[in-house]
């Protein structure tokens, strides 16, 4: 008696997240989407893809974008190994549906591979991981004031960190946006992660570094929320 193949499941990242009474969360990771030229003016996003079009950034077909990313790129990890030296983060942060269907908000960094993304973003985004950090905050205590939060980012070149992004969550669409758009999509189930999209980088600042830090804040409580990690190359291949 013959019996039939079995779907594939799909592949799973384990990740856990300490809210502030002390719970935590353990969420196996089906699906990432990396949200893209998600900001909260589409005007400003319609230039910065003019700017990035004269770098050779493809631009997108529409926005905001969404990208679907491997799901075992969520990580909880302190070093991203990278295949060359034009890699580097994002300030963001991050949706994810937990088990019991509870929406928890976390800080992010979208590790994106520079070189490849002349390529195809899609492409650049599955090249390396989206580091989360380890504590989250229930979307619901935090919703009233989501635009006064606040997402930071800095580099460390040489042991001296600089700041390369800071901003508010009022500058990118906000989470109930993208609530809508995994519910249309039938995307909205547990273990899922969405990746907001970023805020501007500063200018004349040398993005490619050793570590990076991101930071969620919540000027109301002086909670913050933060990942880094250290970027570390791969060995010269052989052949």
């Known amino acids: 008696m013959s019996t039939q193949p079995q779907p594939a499941q799909p592949a799973r990242s384990p990740l856990t997240f300490e809210l502030p009474d002390g719970s935590l969360h353990h969420v196996e990771v089906v699906q990432v989407l990396n ?5 909260r003016s589409q005007d400003d996003v319609a230039a910065h893809v003019a700017e990035l079009a004269e770098l050779g950034v493809p ?10 990313v491997s799901p075992y790129l969520a990580q909880q990890t302190g070093q991203v190994s990278v295949q060359h030296a034009r890699t580097s983060g994002e300030a963001e942060w991050a949706l994810v549906v937990a088990a019991n269907g509870e929406l928890l908000l976390t800080a992010a960094c979208d590790h994106t591979d520079r070189a490849l993304e002349v390529h195809g973003v899609a492409w650049s985004k599955n090249a390396a991981p989206d580091v989360l950090a ?11 004031r989501l635009d006064d939060l606040t997402l930071r980012a800095w580099v460390t070149h040489d042991g001296e960190e600089t700041e390369v992004q800071s901003g508010t969550l009022a500058e990118l669409l906000p989470p109930s946006y993208w609530v809508e758009v995994l519910r249309e999509r039938g995307d909205l189930v547990p273990g899922t992660v969405l990746i907001s999209g970023t805020i501007p980088m500063a200018e004349d600042v040398d993005q490619f570094a050793g570590h990076w830090r991101v930071e969620l804040g919540d000027p109301a409580t002086g909670r913050t929320i933060d990942c880094s990690y250290d970027v570390v190359p791969l060995p010269e291949p052989i052949g």
């Open 35 to 39: 949200a893209g030229y998600a900001g």
């Open 59 to 68: 631009a997108p077909s529409v926005t905001p974008a969404l990208y679907p």
């Open 134 to 144: 380890t504590r989250a905050w229930r979307l619901s205590d935090v919703e009233s």
